[in-house]
């Protein structure tokens, strides 16, 4: 007679899919670990081999903050006088420009930042958006959600490149993850992700559809009050400045592409990477646009389940914008961690677990891979949802 599994002595009970997922987003987050670890003894993270600190992405918030905070915030537009300070940032020259392209409503993070010394400046930046961006996955699907947020591939390259990636993850998860239950601080989330404005353009489309009224009315209250305050603590000139350099920034990096298109994980970036005109490459993203924007209102509208239409939500955010880089792909765990909900409840189809480790795959080899793969990746998770929409669909019709 066979023994049942949990009466033998110190027996693990079987792997659920729960179980794996937490297993598997633990090992990944272990490895970046030793990773990082292993890119600051080399002098490659936070400081370098001198023990100087390294000037990446982070370096234009301290270098904009200290300028907020001398009375002259709108001179972190202007990219010489940005430059200047960047250099006093973090006390020595380097060959490169990280310019400053947020509204002035982020000034106001930039000048608490600067206040610190610039390596305390950019750990306290990445824990605390990293511990806001785990409770936004906490909340959508519990203990869970912190594996799959720590172990997402995209969480490494944001840590690497100092970047915001887990701040914008963190309110698009937070705009979703509240919407059902609690629509007012669901909007406080859309409100404050008008630092990053690209990342929204979906939003209000799927909010009126879904007759999202208070949610709606509260993000602008956020967004309109954060804009006054910007106003008079830094006054009109950082809004002129803001408004002046904003088409410039577009045309160095979507236009001349100095920041290389190759970087760009977006339909713009793919066009322009292979060869492609600034014409062509703006047609192909206005169309793909276009029609992510009619599927995801059309779901929205539809019977679909929420967890649906979150993840559709959160991936198409990605693909409506020509401006995203591969820490901005952050985000993507948020629909991943939709998508995971629904089928932990309905069970996994085997599209999905290749899907989601291809996925995976891709994110993670991108410093190897000079093309669109985080593009790639969204496109998957993208048609994984759109299988599962279809496959609710024609459930509904036999039923």
């Known amino acids: 007679m066979a023994l049942a599994h949990d009466s033998l002595p110190g027996a693990v009970p079987p792997f659920s899919p729960a179980r794996t997922i937490r297993l598997i987003g633990l090992t990944l987050a272990l490895g970046y670990l030793i ?8 002098g490659d993270f936070l400081l370098d081999q001198e023990h100087r600190p390294i000037a990446n ?15 002259n915030a709108a001179a972190a537009y202007d990219w010489p006088t940005h430059k200047q300070a960047e250099v006093r940032a973090i006390g020595h020259d380097f060959p490169d420009y990280y310019g400053w392209h947020y509204p002035p409503t982020f000034l106001f993070v930039a000048a608490a930042l600067a206040t610190l010394p610039f390596v305390a400046a950019a750990i306290v930046s990445l824990l605390a958006t990293l511990a806001a961006y785990v409770a936004a996955m906490d909340g959508i699907l519990g203990r869970t959600g912190i594996f799959v947020a720590l172990g997402f591939p995209a969480a490494l390259w944001n840590m690497t490149a100092g970047q915001n990636g887990f701040l914008t993850a963190a309110l698009i998860g937070g705009t979703l993850g509240l919407l059902e239950r609690q629509p007012a601080l669901a909007g406080i989330c859309l409100g404050l992700l008008t630092y990053k404005p690209q990342f929204g353009l979906l939003f209000p489309l799927v909010l009126i559809a879904d007759r999202c009224w208070l949610t709606i009315a509260v993000a602008a209250a956020v967004a309109g009050t954060l804009a ?12 002129i400045a803001f408004a002046h350099w904003l088409p410039i ?8 592409g100095h920041a290389d298109f190759g970087r760009l994980q977006s339909l713009f970036g793919l066009v322009r990477a292979y060869g492609g005109s600034e014409p062509l490459a703006w047609s192909v993203q206005v169309v793909a646009s276009v029609a992510i924007a009619v599927a995801v209102v059309w779901l929205w509208r539809s019977r679909a389940p929420f967890d649906l239409k979150a993840a559709a939500l959160a991936a ?23 998508l995971i909900r629904f089928a932990l409840e309905r069970g996994f189809l085997a599209s999905e677990i290749f899907g989601l480790a291809a996925t995976g795959a891709l994110i993670l080899i991108f410093p190897y891979v000079k093309t669109q793969v985080g593009l790639g990746a969204v496109l998957i ?19």
């Not at 006054?228 to 809004?239: D, P, R, V």
């Open 249 to 256: 920034t577009g045309r160095e990096i979507l236009g001349e």
């Open 381 to 399: 998770v993208l048609a994984l949802i759109a299988q599962r929409a279809c496959c609710v669909a024609t459930e509904s019709a036999s039923h």
């Open 57 to 71: 992405d982070f370096v234009n918030v301290v270098a904009a903050g200290r300028l907020a905070l001398d009375g």
């Open 316 to 338: 198409g955010t990605l693909v409506v914008t020509p401006y995203v880089y591969m820490y901005d792909l952050v985000v993507l765990a948020v629909a991943v961690a939709f």
């Open 228 to 239: 006054a305050l910007s106003w008079l603590t830094f006054g009109t000139e950082s809004w």
């Open 35 to 42: 990773v990082l670890g292993g890119t600051l003894l080399k």
